[in-house]
């Protein structure tokens, strides 16, 4: 990040991309002047520029800070009709589920049926597609409650639906260090979606060290585990469930950066004595694969 001294506004974001192949790539976000409405500053032009040459030029023509938007102009065309649901709810077994797919193909929501109420593992990128998760979570098992949600992590893409749950009266296992940011997630709503997300207050279940057993009816139950010392965040939780002897986790492993330290680091917990004996792996960023599959990837 380049700041200009004098004023201490940003004038430049670079970005350095190694390729031992064609050689490091660069990329250069250049902000130019500036346009100011209602009090916040915008830069009135940005220049890209890639290896040195520029790629693109984008300039601020009109400018409105948090304009009154018409839901009238996001209504569906008369004459036309839902596409219907091309991933839909899948059963991997003993409770299990999955949905793939969601937030344009870039994630997978798992939800557990522990019998008398439902848990899901991570709130999606947001309300938008946490609702359609509760949408198909009902169209599998009904109105079963769902009683629990699991947060790995309090990155966006996996807490930023979290409002849709805590409305439903839903439980948020989580660590007490993300307490605050989630409760902020949980009272803001997009503009767009004409719903009001004041006045939740999340019930929190925190994780502290020890797992923490969530169990429901005719034996179901699921175990949240903290682990820490991990890169990507710390701490992180992941879910396993006996039943179906699978092992959810988020961000941890996934299928577009598979070989990252985390990934060899959960292995690594995996094969310590008094570990979750997990024979599937489940994840929000990979496809489902057996545990012999992991073990071999993340060595």
Known sequence: LHIARADKRLRRVEVFI???LRGDDSVTYDFED???????????TIVLRRRGGVFTISRTVELEVNPALDAAAFAMPAGLTPLPDPYPARAIGNGLYEIGQTDNGEWYAQFLDLGDAVAVFDATLSEEDATDVVRQIKATLGAKPIKYVVLSHAHDDHVAGIGVYVALGAKVVTT???AALVTRYANVSSRLDGVSARGRTPEF??????????RGTNGRSVTVYRLNGLDHVRPMLVAYYPPARTLLDADIY??????GDDAGRLAAWLRRQGAPPAEWIAGTHHRMLSAREFQAKAA
């Open 18 to 20: 190694p390729d031992p």
């Open 34 to 44: 500036e346009v100011v409405a209602a009090g916040v500053s915008f830069p009135k």
């Open 176 to 178: 007490r260090e993300n």
């Open 205 to 214: 279940v925190f994780l502290d060290t020890a797992p923490i057993d969530i």
């Open 254 to 259: 996934s299928d577009t950066a598979p070989f």
